[in-house]
């Protein structure tokens, strides 16, 4: 598998929103199994979140080899669990009779220009009765600099998610997160213009605008939020 560097510089700004990972793991976390594939695994920030060790295996495939090595140090340094592997690839590069309970695609799937066929690809390495999870930035009118700098393809609206279902998976849910974020992503769309948020700009929206955001998306009832969440299951064979 050749090496595929990300062009994003953002990873570890975004590493320190504690505050926003653990609300969106309380969603996503029901529905893992005990055999995790976690795609575009990036530095393992994410994996530190979500990952807490109960698992059999939990599989970071990352295509840019220096993250892949970055992760691996993790895990032999005990930061990451020991049921965590990294792996250089993508879900291409997966043997054909690799069978995962969960496959995870955290802010992943809108850095893929074909993303029907990749989550296809994806279904087919689940076992009946798996979850594919995924979570992306919500509504195309947010596309912003920033989207653009970090090679994002596009923003998700649920409909347009959904789209992206495979045939062979049956959908479980389909919700929004980060209601008030809305706004401040439309704040930066329309005044900032920012390729890259600060880390203050970062830390304040985590510390203040995600409790508030906690809030308002049980009163909206998740239908409204700056990032969109799909659970599809497995069907039989």
């Known amino acids: 598998m050749s090496h595929q560097p990300y062009i994003g510089s953002e990873l570890e700004i975004f590493a320190r929103a504690s505050n926003w990972k653990a609300y969106y793991k309380r969603h996503i976390a029901p529905y893992f199994g005990s055999r995790l594939l976690e795609v575009g695994a990036g530095l393992g920030a994410t994996t530190a979140a979500l990952c807490n060790g109960s698992q059999t295996a939990w599989t970071c495939l990352e295509p840019d080899a220096s993250m892949a090595a970055e992760i691996e140090r993790k895990i032999r ?24 309970d969960s496959i995870l695609y955290i802010d ?25 999870i995924v979570l992306s930035p919500a509504y195309p009118f947010l596309y912003s600099p920033f989207d653009r700098s970090i090679g994002h393809f596009r923003r998700y609206t649920r409909a347009s998610l959904t789209a992206c279902a495979p045939a062979n998976c049956r959908t479980v849910k389909i919700f929004h997160l980060d209601s008030i974020g809305v706004f401040t992503s439309l704040a930066n769309r329309l005044l900032l213009h920012q390729d890259v948020p600060t880390e203050k700009q970062i830390l304040f929206w985590d510390k203040r605008v995600i ?27």
């Open 77 to 100: 340094a005990g930061e990451l669990p020991s049921c965590c592997a990294s792996r250089v690839g993508t879900v291409d590069s997966l043997a054909p009779d690799e069978r995962f």
């Open 108 to 132: 992943v799937l809108e850095h893929i220009e074909d993303d029907r066929r990749e989550l296809h690809a994806a279904s087919l390495h689940l076992n009946p009765g798996g979850r594919l």
């Open 211 to 237: 409790p508030v955001s906690k809030i308002f998306d049980w009163l909206f009832r998740y239908r409204l939020g700056r990032s969109v969440i799909g659970v599809w299951e497995r069907e039989a064979e």
